[in-house]
């Protein structure tokens, strides 16, 4: 079975290592010392990951995150690299169906925010694993959107949500359309067509879960 969880850890804790603490990513405000802060709290600290998600306790999760970051940034990285089994998000039983789409999307954040980029050359076992995510994240993501969203992954599948009215079309590659579709539209290669002013609605909307 391929580990598309461990692959994409590995060469995001090999970028991480290479550009240092203080690169940008895509996630405002954090250079990647931040971003590497994140995924140890994700892991390593349920008592605050929870606040990853949860309005009530974002607070004490940022205190815990920002904590974790004034450590050595080789500490960061190495932590990054080697989860620990007891982790409920990274143990084997839940690495791949919990990780594959979030450290996919967190080298991209490192990679697209590089000047040059362009689009890794995938396994379309990938491509496959991230459409049945994006399949349930568009649902979810644009549940409040006021149109009648159809997302389209050519070779894999299509969706419809929003919450109706103009047709606005999301046409990309599985791999594009999780990043656009977990807020990061302004670095997924996509094509968006219908109404001009839905589809600039749709790339400044505040999208994810």
Do not use: K
Not at 32 to 40: F, W
Not at 164 to 185: C, D, I, K, N
């Amino acid at each position: 079975m391929p580990r598309y969880a461990r692959s994409e850890r590995e060469a995001l804790a090999d970028l991480m290592q290479s550009v240092g603490p203080d690169a940008p990513t895509v996630n405002e405000g954090w250079p990647v010392r931040d971003l590497a802060a994140h995924l140890i709290l994700r892991e390593r600290r349920p008592d605050a990951a929870s606040g990853i998600a949860l309005p009530p306790l974002r607070g004490y999760a940022e205190r815990v995150r920002l904590r974790i970051a004034a450590r050595p940034f080789a500490e960061l990285v190495a932590l990054v690299r080697r989860p620990p089994l007891w982790s409920p998000v990274s143990n084997p039983v839940t690495d791949e169906l919990v990780n594959t789409m979030e450290f996919y999307i967190h080298h991209e954040d490192v990679r697209r925010a590089r000047a040059g980029w362009q689009p890794r050359d995938l396994p379309p076992g990938l491509g496959a694993v991230l459409w049945r995510r994006a399949a349930v994240l568009g649902r979810l993501a644009l549940r409040r959107f006021p149109a009648d969203v159809l997302v389209q992954a050519p070779g894999h599948g299509e969706l419809s949500a929003g919450r109706g009215g103009q047709r606005v079309r999301v046409v990309g590659a599985p791999t594009e359309l999780v990043l656009f579709l977990t807020g990061r539209q302004r670095v997924a290669r996509v094509q968006v067509e219908g109404p001009a002013a839905a589809v600039d609605r749709l790339r400044a909307a505040h999208l994810g879960i």
